[in-house]
């Protein structure tokens, strides 16, 4: 792997938190101007240099602080005196006592690299030993750089002036000057290769999309003239080893039409100087807004083949970042409670835009089929939370990117637009922008200016939508005389959590689908428009109408709810869902049934013969993608252990006969081909995928067996045991990239041995060396296989197992190792489902009332999808028994 990249924070101390009370209090004592900081980069040892000098104005006596988390502090000077670190320096803050109404801070300081995605992440190519850094600061991780007040609503300027290696790019928030020599920094540098390159002020913005980025990246530069005339330079860039795969022409044609689309709607020009797009390794999630230097993961950056649903995940990602660029950017949230306004805005507006301004015009269905569903999902676990969230401090924040702040405020968003219409919501979003520029503003600030666009009052709209938490259920009745609908109602009803409030009856603006059969085809006869608000609407219809085969409440998507079908409508769904055309029609009822199954409410063998039956027809490359997503639930998860092997080859053999059937070099080819090789269990199916791997056997005609696929079949292999370490390391060998290292620890630790399962807890719990997304691989590939057809782990080895390692072990996590390791370390070691597991988890949360909140959010999510999947177990069961 090249060199060892080290973590992070010495003695890898907790996060250190900041209460929304401190941040108040702090906002009205401190005003902040500028800060100026110089960092040295050379990416060698395990810190950096980093000297930032703070102008701030604040109330005259007053005693406060400022963020840092450091190795070491050198000194700090306010105002001119120096004072003693030894009395001001703390774990993550410097005390600030006796401020002037006008203050100059600087403090030199030593920070950490890290290698888990947070502040400066640090990365060495093993293809040409060359070292990349990227900075992450959401949420508050800038001061892991430099020191700041870590807080969104203190806005400043901040000039970097960064020092590194001559033969590097140097990328921030302010367009990339020439680099210059050294001159007065000389005595900073450590090597007279070095440069030095002096960014301008960026516009006042937050810490948290502030960045740095710094390696010898390659890429392609555009531009393109804004709405106000100027010229705005465009970038791509990623590593150079990947430089060959980089599809720059794809990536800038979709950003130049992203721009046209918000310089169009929102009637605000571009408000930074340039816009690069930067694709980095280890990456936590799909991107971040930093303001004029967008990162994302690297995996966006394809070297294999990728399905057209990730090709359009990546037109969206680019699409929602460059929308924060306005909405997060230019007017910011004051506190994390509107974090939703930032992500489910630009959520919103990037699925717009993709369909109305890229190729992928079904991009609504996306959104129904992937984004709602994960909505529908956190809405139902008992760590929901109304879309605008309480937020009493960081902790709450930093697990709150959840399904409800993006896809359930983005649905919510839709309902808005129609409310209010779509020329006054974006009316609206003007007069916001032009009033709020370059300042923090709360959910009010937005509203009243929808208000006034709209003329509608929005506060009973606002309490039921976002400041109330859960789902509702919509459930339609027929009422038929003689072949004619006589009387079609919608039931509406809370979906109640225990220890939740109880969501009230909403509004909602929706379509109600009526469809008849017509030989094979399901044909929408009627498609009604009209709002439910109460227990009990009436639907209106034309007279003389004959009783529908299928009544579809919330057809076209327009509302947030879960739907139920009547029974009759349920059996031809069942029945006929290949003879829906419409995709978006034919995925809200596939979304229908798996959340049926998901609610016990039908048998999990209902879903698995629908998908058989009418996996042909699903053509949608996302509908499809979720689907096989749901399909290796209902086997890992939804299956008992003993009857896993059967359902798992039953599923291989159709999905075998399916990609054969599919057209050569098709997205569904090669969707199908992938899903095979994943649940491929029987001898003669490993057989034929390790003839695959050998070349003994070709693919079928239209799949290219590329390096992605090909470690997909190694994982397969190595799940059921049929190859060796050693040949995995060969492997690694010939693909000896940060891609091939981490699908070779996935593919060891997927092996079902006391040896393999035993290494890769070991590595990704206690091998700090290791970077997140080498710990991520390795904790997957020890989540498979680690259960046996008995339904007993895989046997530790040494008198303890791994499920009393787990319970020992996670609350050491949230306080040792920093939050996206211990999210990836609790989310993939946790035991499989099984009864005992219900109670380890339930007796955990008991007996540790305060635990970190993250660690008790997640545990509480893990115990309750446990729970779930017992009962669909429990129907499936009792059905099986019955028939």
């Not at 250190?16 to 800060?35: K, M």
């Not at 919510?412 to 503003?441: I, M, P, S």
């Not at 017509?518 to 608000?533: F, P």
């Amino acid at each position: 792997m090249g060199e060892t990249v080290l973590l992070t924070l010495g003695s890898f101390v907790s996060q250190l938190n900041l209460t929304r009370d401190d941040a108040r209090t702090r906002a009205q004592l401190i005003d902040v101007d500028s800060y100026d900081i110089t960092l040295v980069l050379d990416g060698n040892g395990d810190t950096f240099r980093s000297i930032t000098t703070v102008r701030f104005s604040a109330q005259e006596g007053a005693d406060s602080f400022i963020d840092a988390i450091t190795d070491t502090v050198t000194s700090v000077v306010l105002n001119g005196e120096e004072l003693d670190v030894s009395q001001v320096v703390s774990e993550g803050r410097i005390a600030l006592p006796g401020l002037a109404r006008r203050n100059e801070l600087t403090v030199d300081a030593m920070f950490f690299y890290m290698n888990t995605g947070e502040g400066l992440h640090r990365f060495v190519d093993p293809v040409d030993n060359e070292t990349y850094l990227y900075s992450q600061f959401e949420v508050p991780d800038s001061r892991r750089v430099f020191p700041v007040f870590e807080q969104p609503d203190m806005k400043a300027t901040f000039a970097f002036n960064v020092i590194a290696p001559k033969h590097w790019e140097v990328f921030s928030n302010s367009p990339t000057p020439r680099p210059n020599d050294l001159g007065e920094f000389a005595d900073l540098a450590e090597s007279q290769e070095s440069a030095i390159w002096q960014f301008a002020p960026t516009p006042p913005i937050s810490s948290y999309i502030t960045a740095i980025v710094a390696g010898p990246y390659t890429g392609v530069r555009d531009s393109l003239v804004s709405s106000d005339g100027e010229t705005v330079p465009l970038g791509v860039f990623c590593r150079a080893s990947l430089a060959p795969h980089l599809d720059a022409e794809n990536i800038i044609e979709t950003t130049k039409a992203g721009f046209a689309f918000f310089e169009e709607h929102f009637q605000t020009p571009y408000p930074f100087e340039k816009y690069d797009q930067i694709f980095v390794p280890e990456f936590n999630a799909g991107a971040m807004e930093n303001a004029g230097c967008v990162t994302f993961v690297e995996s966006y950056v394809f070297r294999s083949r990728a399905t057209e649903a990730t090709v359009e995940r990546r037109d969206v990602t680019i699409l929602h970042e460059l929308a924060h660029m306005w909405f997060g950017d230019l007017v910011t949230m004051k506190w994390w409670n509107d974090l939703w306004l930032n992500e489910s805005f630009a959520e919103f507006m990037s699925t717009l835009a993709t369909a109305e301004a890229t190729r992928f015009d079904e991009a609504w269905t996306t959104f129904a089929t992937l984004e709602k569903e994960w909505a529908y999902r956190q809405d139902q676990l008992p760590s929901t939370h109304p879309i605008e969230a309480d937020i009493a401090d960081l902790h709450d924040v930093e697990v709150n990117f959840d399904g409800i702040t993006y896809a359930k405020g983005a649905s919510v968003l839709k309902q808005l637009v129609a409310y209010v219409g779509r020329e006054n919501f974006f009316t609206g979003l003007k007069a916001y922008f032009d009033a709020h520029a370059w300042k923090n503003t709360e959910l009010r600030d937005l509203l009243v200016e929808l208000e006034k666009a709209s003329g509608r009052d929005l506060d009973e709209w606002v309490r039921v939508w976002l400041q109330e938490s859960g789902v509702n259920v919509l459930t339609p009745e027929l009422k038929v005389a003689n072949g004619i609908l006589t009387e079609l109602l919608i039931h509406q009803a809370p979906w109640v959590i225990d220890g939740q409030p109880t969501p009230s009856l909403r509004p909602h603006r929706l379509a109600v689908g009526l469809y008849s059969l017509q030989g094979d085809k399901l044909v929408r006869t009627e498609l009604i428009h009209l709002d439910v608000s109460q227990a009990v609407t009436s639907v209106p219809f034309s007279p003389e109408t004959p009783k529908p085969d299928l009544v579809l409440v919330n057809d076209t998507d327009l509302t947030y709810a879960k739907v139920r079908f009547d029974d009759a409508s349920l059996e031809t769904a069942l029945a006929h869902l290949s003879g829906i055309d419409d995709s978006l029609a034919q995925l809200l009822v596939l979304s229908t049934v798996w959340d049926m199954v998901r609610d016990a409410e039908i048998p999990l063998e209902k879903y698995i013969e629908l998908l058989e039956s009418n996996i042909d027809a699903l053509t949608h490359s996302t509908g499809l993608t979720v689907q096989l997503r749901q399909l290796a639930t209902a086997v890992e998860s939804y299956t008992e252990p003993q009857n896993r092997s059967a359902l798992s080859a039953r599923i291989a053999d159709f999905l075998w006969d399916a990609t054969l059937r599919s057209p050569a070099h098709s997205d569904q080819q090669f969707q199908l081909f992938r899903a095979f090789v994943a649940h491929a269990t029987t001898p003669e199916q490993v057989d034929r995928l390790a003839d695959f791997h050998t070349g003994a056997q070709n693919a079928p005609d239209g799949i290219t067996i590329d390096k992605d696929l090909a470690w997909g079949i190694v994982t397969t292999l190595a799940v059921h045991d049929q190859i060796s370490d050693e040949d995995i390391d060969v492997l690694m060998q010939e693909d000896n990239t940060a891609s091939g290292i981490r699908s070779a620890h996935l593919a060891r630790s997927a092996r079902p041995t006391t040896h393999s399962k035993k290494r890769a807890y070991d590595l990704a719990t206690s091998d700090v060396s290791l970077p997140n997304a080498v710990i991520a691989a390795i904790a997957r590939g020890y989540s498979m296989g680690i259960e046996q057809a008995d339904g007993a782990l895989v046997d530790s080895g040494d008198g303890h197992s791994f499920a009393d390692r787990f319970y020992t072990h996670v609350e050491g996590w949230w306080n040792d190792r920093t939050l996206e390791i211990a999210q990836t370390l609790t989310l993939s070691l946790h035991p499989p489902v099984s009864q005992e597991t219900a109670t380890r988890t339930r007796e955990w949360l008991e007996s540790h009332p305060q635990a970190h909140k993250g660690a008790r959010r997640i545990m509480r999510e893990l115990l309750d999808t446990t729970e779930r999947a017992l009962r669909v177990r429990e129907t499936s069961q009792n059905r099986s028994s019955d028939a």
